[in-house]
């Protein structure tokens, strides 16, 4: 039965690529690890974090009896999968979606999705500690060659008890037990004296409080994008960094920051606080900017991701660049950055429109794209 259910979910509408697949070895690993505890879970004491299409949750209704699993997706086409694939086994009715902050609210087990970054764990460490019910079980599973000691130590910080799985098939889960109730360390905030801007971040958001390589790379020609445009969007916003620097260098443009991440939607918000930049930036989750009207803008700024998962694909950025052109007014633009080799140039000049380099280095390719008319 198993494997029967694992085979009717997708990863649609997330990016689909040959290497990359709807249910892992991870998602196997810790609903076996956690199944004892989830039969002897009650209605609404299961909770999961950061499923990513929809396997913890599904496979702990329907291989180990749950009900009314709460579940919290980081990414919004993550969440869409799991609607989908709960369309398709028949299990709409067998979770609801909550926040971060509340997903762990009374759980007595807790299935989580191991996140790179170690703030991230951190930051859900903190918050399922502060809510959970005392006897709770938090599972955390990941591939072995992205897990390290240090996950261990982090989860100490929250948890009492830490210990190992055996791994299997390249997959290892930690078991945390003993919550200890504190409060959240998130967001953290950093100043950036050099730009005038003061970062904001929950865990998840991409960079943190730092501000990454590519990001500076556009900062670096700020001046020199668009300089008649009324509108700007920050498309895959991340922490806001490029809203937040549009908005303080120009006050004539009303800017828009857009992400599918939850944490990064969030973090921008922050940020804009932070600067007094606020009522000067609206802040959106969607998905490829698609709560943005066609031909609305006259500016697009874009830091793309390169990386699904461990895969390189292109196929993320392309979803983006496609956006752009559909919400740029005809000779509006696109500014982007991507790593040199990647040579996206073909594509932006196909999706968008003519397409020159503004900036180059080994690492680093800065371009400016023009909506054809």
Request: proline letters at 5%; one cysteine or more; hydrophobic letters at 50%.
């Amino acid at each position: 039965m198993t494997a029967d259910f694992f085979a009717q979910l997708h990863r649609a509408p997330d990016v689909e690529a040959p290497e990359l697949v709807a249910v892992d070895a991870t998602d196997r690993l810790l609903l076996d690890e956690a199944a004892a505890a989830l039969a002897l879970a009650g209605p609404g004491e299961v909770a999961v974090v950061d499923d990513s299409h929809g396997a913890l949750t599904l496979g702990a209704a329907a291989l180990h009896g749950a009900t009314d699993v709460r579940v919290a997706q980081d990414a919004l086409v993550g969440e869409r999968a799991l609607v989908r694939n709960a369309e398709r086994t028949g299990l709409t009715g067998a979770y609801r979606s909550a926040p971060l902050a509340e997903v762990g609210t009374g759980a007595r087990v807790v299935l989580v999705k191991a996140p790179k970054a170690l703030d991230a764990l951190r930051e859900i460490a903190e918050l399922v500690a502060a809510v959970a019910a005392p006897d709770v079980s938090v599972f955390v599973g990941g591939r072995v060659k992205h897990m390290t000691h240090a996950m261990n130590d982090v989860l100490r910080e929250s948890f009492d008890d830490v210990s190992a799985t055996l791994a299997r098939q390249k997959s290892r889960v930690l078991v945390a037990r003993g919550p200890r109730p504190g409060p959240s360390s998130f967001p953290r905030s950093r100043q950036h004296a050099e730009l005038g801007l003061t970062v904001c971040a929950h865990g998840a958001a991409f960079a943190g409080t730092r501000i990454d390589l590519g990001t500076r790379a556009l900062l670096r020609v700020l001046a020199d994008m668009a300089p008649a445009a009324g509108t700007a969007l920050d498309l895959g916003c991340g922490t806001g960094v490029l809203a937040a620097a549009l908005a303080s260098a120009r006050p004539e443009l009303r800017v828009l920051a857009a992400d599918q991440s939850a944490s990064a939607v969030a973090s921008a918000r922050a940020t804009a606080a932070a600067n007094g930049l606020e009522a000067r930036i609206d802040v959106v989750r969607d998905d490829a900017a698609e709560t943005v009207p066609d031909a609305s803008v006259d500016l697009v700024v874009c830091n793309p991701p390169f990386h699904v998962g461990a895969a390189v694909v292109t196929t993320a950025a392309d979803r983006l660049f496609a956006a752009a052109a559909r919400v740029l007014q005809p000779g509006g633009e696109l500014w982007t950055v991507y790593n040199s080799p990647l040579r996206y140039r073909p594509a932006l000049a196909r999706l968008v429109g003519p397409t020159r380099v503004a900036a180059q280095d080994p690492r680093f390719t800065v371009t400016c794209s023009t909506r054809r008319g």
